[in-house]
T-cell receptor, first 118, second 114 residues
Framework: NAGVMQNPRHLVRRRGQEARLRCSPM?????VYWYRQLPEEGLKFMVY????????ESGMPKERFSAEFPKEGPSILRIQQVVRGDSAAYFC????????????????FGPGTRLTVL | TQLLEQSPQFLSIQEGENLTVYCNSS?????LQWYRQEPGEGPVLLVT?????EVKKLKRLTFQFGDARKDSSLHITAAQPGDTGLYLC??????????????FGQGTILTVHP
């Protein structure tokens, strides 16, 4: 069973360009989570999606960032008009369900996309 | 202010020594996970603890969840160079509906010298 897949693994963009990060969850998983790891900081929650629905976007910056998880295909994290401060590692995680026996289901992480903004 | 305070941030020890990493909070967590992350890779789950006072063992690693579910510890016995890496605790706060929102500690960078 393949793990969570993310692509690209490395992405270089110039200021003002758009960045699209893709995440394919593990087979059978319908819940996807995006986290950001800034240099010298820990992982920070961004958004939680289920197929075609955004469940919790409380960690998403108010502007330029959006996420989707369509019925078919991977989840996409989109960053418009990137700035240098967006340079970070972006991790996607997936789980089979959101809750299991009353607790958050285990989240399995992908290898991440390292975004560098020049 | 960090919701989950992890300590120490750096740990450098000799092969064969024992060590403990702590994860503390003033908030109650419904569950807590420990991950290990290698450079250039994503976090890999080591264990999940959900019951106050719970102790889980994974070979030379022992994980404990505090009785009040506000803290956790990771103890490694007879550390080996292969244990070197970044160890992260993460949890979901109890109450509310934030089931998917993992809060991470800052991490502990462990280096085990041969």
């Amino acid at each position: 069973n393949a793990g969570v897949m993310q692509n690209p693994r490395h992405l270089v963009r110039r200021r003002g360009q758009e960045a699209r990060l893709r995440c394919s969850p593990m087979k059978g998983h319908s819940h996807v989570y995006w986290y950001r790891q800034l240099p010298e900081e820990g992982l920070k929650f961004m958004v939680y999606l289920q197929k075609e629905n955004i469940i919790d976007e409380s960690g998403m910056p108010k502007e330029r960032f959006s996420a989707e998880f369509p019925k078919e295909g991977p989840s996409i994290l989109r960053i418009q008009q990137v700035v240098r401060g967006d340079s970070a590692a972006y991790f996607c995680a997936s789980s089979p369900s959101g809750v299991w026996r009353g607790h958050t289901d285990t989240q399995y992480f992908g290898p991440g996309t390292r975004l560098t903004v020049l | 202010t960090q919701l989950l305070e992890q300590s120490p941030q750096f740990l450098s020890i000799q092969e064969g020594e024992n060590l403990t990493v702590y994860c503390n909070s003033s908030s109650v967590f419904s569950s807590l996970q420990w991950y290990r992350q290698e450079p250039g890779e994503g976090p890999v789950l080591l264990v999940t603890v959900v019951t106050g006072g719970e102790v889980k063992k994974l070979k030379r690693l022992t994980f404990q969840f505090g009785d009040a579910r506000k803290d956790s510890s990771l103890h490694i016995t007879a550390a080996q160079p292969g244990d070197t890496g970044l160890y992260l605790c993460a949890g979901v706060r109890a109450g509310g509906t934030s089931y998917g929102k993992l809060t991470f500690g800052q991490g502990t960078i462990l280096t085990v010298h041969p």
